[in-house]
């Protein structure tokens, strides 16, 4: 779709009656696959390393910051000639419907807030509790982070961290060498975690390896514990209500585990290919994604002391790896991201029915997170998009934030909650989210995303008094990576949080 201005505008499809014909991810990717490490119709998005000197810092982001000032100018992902962007159909830039400028307070306040940088490895994980951010990386480290500032962090013996998830006190880590490895802060030192165990423990997993009925034929003439993953752990998710987690793996399955005693309650053949994501959501149900091209849907029941998931649906099955998935669990609506550049949707007032299609990326979609009444899509092409769901259903691009110089793999959202900001402005029933961003790049991004957009009429007087001034406009001041923290409001909250840093 063109803009009166030329431009390709970013689109919420209803679903219709035909399918539109997608470019192949592979084809898109051609020369990045030195990057990423395709299984199977590009089944992983993720595996590759660049070298760097080793250095931690955290710097705001000056208001005329651009990627051109970034420490990873010279990053591969900034050759341009040789990247599939280029390539991509949807080259052209979107328009965003509004963007904070200057000082007019009338305007919601939405952009960056703090780059957090550690060449060590490329970011793959993040998990937030409390004031505490969680950052997992290819180094093998998990970092904390606090009022961003480094806080703390341990290390693992080997695999890259692919999944945080964060129960309590306790702190599960997802691998690449397929375990998953429990940690527990100390009461004495909050900056102290110590390994308690793995999942399966080392007690289940003597008592299952006694019996050859707890094998499983995996490759020719190779067998594996069932309640053991045997392939790199992609994703996991929690479901504090029953105390259990999820945790899916590039061996197909899913397993179900008992939080309180680190039992594998149950192991599910979930998908023909790696499971690429897995969420709990509403109703008791579970959703998976794969590089199978599928989504399935399934229904936990009580057995007991233990589970058993039923396959009751499959909402989705494509060409295109699924590459991520998110449940908006206030509104029932399950996103699902996928390697073609889409974001689909399904609500569960139409019985799990197919609601529609953001279109906003130009390449693979690798993350998803819901907040509110928003959902936050990062992709390869380097950006994240933040669509808001309206009344009637149907969604809209927000905004497009920018600055990341390589792929977004993983997003965190939380409730902004500094007690300075005052609400009147935005409004009570438009809470604003913080949301964190790790990337490719070596590099983590904290922003602040408003749910309030100004009035139309607003919008446009904006633009009359600005566009023709020779000052950039909100479209041009996103898309180009440039922060939009530039009110005075902005610069404010940026010296009270440097006050609460010192």
């Known amino acids: 779709m063109r803009n009166a201005k030329g431009g390709s505008t970013m689109v919420a499809d209803r679903p219709s009656n035909g399918l539109l014909a997608r470019p192949k991810f592979g084809a898109l990717l051609h020369s990045e696959s030195n990057v990423f490490s395709p299984r199977h119709k590009a089944s992983h998005i993720d595996d590759d390393s660049f070298t760097g000197h080793r250095q931690s810092s955290s710097s705001a982001m000056s208001p005329g910051s651009s990627v051109s000032a970034s420490p990873y100018a010279m990053s591969p992902w900034n050759n341009q000639n040789s990247s599939p962007y280029n390539k991509s159909p949807w080259i052209t830039a979107s328009p965003i419907i509004f963007t904070p400028y200057e000082d007019h307070e009338s305007f919601p306040r939405t952009g960056l807030i703090r780059s957090i940088v550690r060449e060590e490895g490329h970011v793959y994980s993040l998990a937030v509790s409390g004031d505490l951010l969680y950052t997992g990386s290819d180094s093998k480290n998990i970092r904390v982070w606090k009022n961003m500032r480094e806080f703390s962090g341990f290390k693992c013996s080997s695999g890259l ?21 429990v940690w527990k802060v100390s009461p004495k030192n909050p900056r102290v975690h110590k390994r308690i165990g793995s999942l399966p423990s080392f007690r289940d997993f003597v008592r299952s390896s006694m019996n050859p009925k707890n094998y499983v034929e995996v490759r020719r003439r190779r ?15 929690l479901n504090e209500e029953q105390g259990l987690l999820y945790s899916g793996s590039w061996d197909k399955t899913i397993k179900v585990w008992r939080i309180a005693t680190s039992k594998c309650l149950e192991s599910i053949t979930a998908h023909d290919d790696a499971v690429n994501s897995v969420v709990s959501g509403f109703d008791s149900l579970v959703f998976t994604g794969s590089a199978d091209g599928t989504v399935k849907v399934w229904r936990r029941e009580l057995n007991g002391e233990g589970t058993k998931h039923f396959l009751v649906q499959n909402l989705l099955k494509q060409e295109n790896a699924v590459t991520a998935l998110a449940v908006n669990v206030e509104n029932a609506i399950v996103y699902c991201g996928s390697s073609d550049g889409l974001v689909n949707y399904w609500e569960r007032e139409k019985h799990l029915s197919h609601g529609g299609i953001l279109r906003g990326h130009k390449l693979a979609v690798l993350c998803l997170a819901a907040a509110g009444n928003l959902v936050f899509s990062g992709s390869a092409d380097k950006n994240i998009c933040v669509w808001r769901r309206e009344p009637s259903g149907a969604h809209a691009c927000l905004s497009v934030l920018t600055g990341h110089t390589g792929p977004v793999k993983c997003l965190a959202v939380e409730e902004d909650r500094d007690e300075n900001r005052g609400s009147e402005k935005d409004g009570a029933d438009d809470p604003n989210w913080v949301v964190y ?18 009035e139309l009429n607003q919008v446009r007087a904006w633009e009359h008094q600005y566009g ?7 479209n041009e ?24 840093q010192n």
């Open 468 to 474: 023709s001034s020779g000052q950039a406009s909100p």
């Open 477 to 500: 001041s996103v898309v180009s990576g440039q922060s939009s923290l530039r009110s005075a409001r902005e610069r404010s909250f940026n010296r009270r949080h440097n006050q609460n």
């Open 437 to 454: 961003s790790g990337s490719l790049d070596k590099s983590v991004k904290v922003w602040r995303v408003s749910e309030h957009v100004p």
């Open 223 to 237: 067998n594996v514990l069932r309640i053991r993953h045997y392939d790199a752990v992609s994703c996991m998710s």
């Open 161 to 181: 961290v692919k999944a945080i998830v964060i129960s309590g006190h306790r702190i599960f880590t997802g691998h690449q060498d397929g375990k998953i490895r």
